[in-house]
């Protein structure tokens, strides 16, 4: 398919693991950005990549957080130490210049 | 990041009515606006840009009041496919999509 993929779509994790949530951008897409949304709540912003630039992580809640997009396509985010708070629904988004956003289905990460 | 604020609701809405919502956005120097629709467990959908002469996309019209910082939604001959979560999107930062805010979402019920 031509939209946004991210995989896993589902993720259980014991308190303290760590996890890496993977996004496949859409063909071409220059940026890709990264939201967290918590039930009930608007997405939250994260962090932006222009090709293999991470451009503003400012969303980042700790460093706990940790993006990369090393090939300026397929991207990482990679959660250490994962606690209770984390529990949310990580979406991808990529566009191109002046394009509204494509969101993937995301992933749904539950710390148990 | 500059707020976007958003009646939670729920507006319960009986089939055939007119049901409208607004946005208000606190960051003056915003530059692009958008609603963004959000079906229950399913990722953001652009619904449509807000421009600022106002624009209509059939049973949707957008409306941008600049000096009253706010957008607003409206839709007429609601159906029950209308059910969902609407999403305020503002853009402080220019054209793209680098620099978007989300609201929390109007939570939008159409009854049979």
């Known amino acids: 398919g031509a939209g946004v993929s991210q995989s896993p779509r589902y993720k259980v994790a014991k308190r303290g693991q760590d996890v890496a949530l993977r996004c496949d951008p859409i063909?071409?897409?220059?940026?890709l950005f990264w939201y967290q949304q918590a039930l009930g709540q608007g997405p939250e912003f994260l962090t932006y990549?222009?090709?293999?630039?991470?451009?503003?992580k400012s969303g980042l809640p700790s460093d706990r957080f940790f993006a990369e997009r090393p090939e300026g396509s397929v991207s990482t985010l990679k959660i250490q130490r994962t606690q209770q708070e984390d529990s949310a629904v990580y979406l991808c988004a990529s566009s191109t210049r002046n394009s509204p956003l494509h969101f993937g289905n995301g992933t749904r990460l539950t710390v148990t | 990041r500059k707020e976007v604020e958003q009646d939670p609701g729920p507006f319960n809405v009986p089939e055939g009515a007119t049901v409208a919502f607004n946005c208000t956005y606190s960051n003056s120097a915003s530059q692009s606006f958008f609603w963004y629709r959000q079906d229950c467990r399913k990722e953001p959908k652009l619904l449509m840009s807000?421009?600022?002469s106002g624009n209509e996309d059939g049973r949707f019209t957008a409306q941008l009041n600049r000096a009253s910082q706010y957008i607003s939604l409206l839709i007429r001959d609601s159906k029950l496919s209308d059910s969902a979560t609407y999403l305020c999107v503002v853009n402080w930062r220019g054209g793209g999509a680098d620099g978007l805010t989300f609201g929390k979402g109007t939570h939008l019920i159409i009854q049979p």
């Open positions: 807000v421009y600022s």
């Open positions: 063909s071409g897409h220059v940026s």
């Open positions: 990549f222009q090709n293999e630039a991470q451009l503003d």
